[in-house]
């Protein structure tokens, strides 16, 4: 495996101070904490059960979400060409049977309370997004937000 940024070390090391096993599928979404709701909805709706948010995810999910900002086009991977969710979940040594990224940008407009939703939405009108929001193998989720200065 290659070697973290030191932002990751960090946050690595902040992810086995506070760690529990996984032992089930999740997965890392992208988003503010307002589309796990959103999420469970749509899954709730078609007759999946609802996502558990993990909170020993959410650090890797925010590491994602901070990766991204400065990037002009989303991607599932890092500067060495893996992908990004899977590597961190391996250093952080935390077991799964089945992972998935789903990454969203939006241009803030007010309420901030409607991100999450407005956000969902997009995603669920993406094939590929909707089926693995859809997916019954997900069973956890993590929620990480970044944002930049403009």
Not at 65 to 74: E, K, M, N, P
Request: no cysteine; net charge positive; hydrophobic share 45%.
């Amino acid at each position: 495996m290659e070697e973290l940024s030191p932002k990751q070390k960090v946050l690595h090391a902040e992810i086995l101070q506070s760690r529990k096993r996984v032992s089930g599928p999740f997965a890392i979404w992208l988003r503010n904490p307002a589309m796990a709701e959103a999420a469970n909805r749509d899954r709730i709706s078609t007759g999946l059960p609802a996502l558990i948010v993990d909170p020993t995810l959410i650090p890797l999910a925010r590491l994602r979400a901070g990766d991204q900002v400065s990037r002009t086009v989303l991607s599932h991977l890092d500067d060495s060409g893996a992908l990004g969710f899977l590597r961190l979940i391996q250093h952080a040594r935390i077991p799964y049977a089945y992972a998935g990224e789903n990454l969203v940008r939006l241009t803030v407009t007010l309420p901030l309370e409607t991100a999450g939703t407005r956000a969902e939405r997009a995603l669920m009108q993406s094939a590929t997004h909707r089926a693995n929001i859809l997916d019954p193998r997900y069973g956890r989720l993590a929620v990480g937000l970044a944002t930049d200065a403009n």
